[in-house]
């Protein structure tokens, strides 16, 4: 079965640092990978997706992402952080056999200190 | 255009009572997916539809949790007999057709469970 799993719980980053979130997958084929973002408040927000091609993937607020098939590890990484970035980051996966259920990790929860 | 919305955005129920929650996802989107985020988890998926069908239920925990969608459009998650453990937020999302096709979350509902 497929699983998703973020080592880190929470993550403290200096604003205009970068940031790297990890995510490990687990699962036999070539997955569907996503990450999504949830602000306090907020609905759950796509930053990115792979699902095959270039395995450096550019998403929306300047967050990418690299698809490793050989560590199995798909981490979610922005140059400069901004204050706006602080919110909970979810890896996700799913099958690609046609059903899209995902299947999120645990979450990363992201502070920005001035 | 608009989003997928879900209502009410919070209900609180006693033990043992029915409840329902409803999504309408966005115009002309044919997957609708439902989903469960307890506190501090990511979320969990219970029940995924293609049109009026329901394609996958694997994620439903148990017989108490029934979903419908009649007309292809809205859908409306049914719980029975509940459970504090029921307490949760249940998520919505819709995706146009294919596997590929991103997934767009609702708010949610909070349901609380007394």
């Known amino acids: 079965a497929q699983s998703v799993t973020q080592p880190d719980i929470h993550i403290t980053v200096s604003e205009g640092a970068s940031l790297e979130l990890r995510c490990n997958y687990s699962y036999g084929a070539t997955p569907y990978l996503c990450w999504y973002v949830q602000s306090p408040g907020q609905g759950l927000q796509l930053l990115l997706k792979?699902?095959?091609?270039?395995?450096l993937v550019q998403g929306i607020k300047g967050f990418e992402a690299e698809f490793k098939r050989s560590q199995s590890s798909f981490n979610l990484r922005k140059p400069s952080v901004h204050w706006s970035d602080a919110a909970e980051y979810f890896c996700a996966v799913a099958p690609q056999t046609g059903a899209n259920n995902l299947f999120f990790g645990t979450g990363t929860r992201l502070t920005v200190i001035p | 255009g608009a989003g997928v919305s879900q209502t009410p955005s919070n209900k609180v129920t006693e033990k043992g009572k029915y409840v329902e929650l409803r999504c309408d996802p966005i115009s002309g989107h044919t997957a609708l997916y439902w989903y469960r985020q307890s506190l501090g988890q990511g979320p969990e998926f219970l029940i995924y539809f293609q049109g009026t069908g329901a394609a996958d239920d694997s994620g439903l925990p148990n017989d108490r949790f029934f979903a419908v969608r009649p007309e292809g459009s809205v859908s409306t998650l049914k719980i029975q007999r509940t459970e504090r453990g029921d307490s949760a937020v249940y998520l919505c999302a819709s995706s146009q057709n294919s596997w590929t096709d991103t997934q767009y979350f609702g708010p949610g509902t909070r349901l609380t469970v007394l």
């Open positions: 792979y699902f095959s091609g270039d395995t």
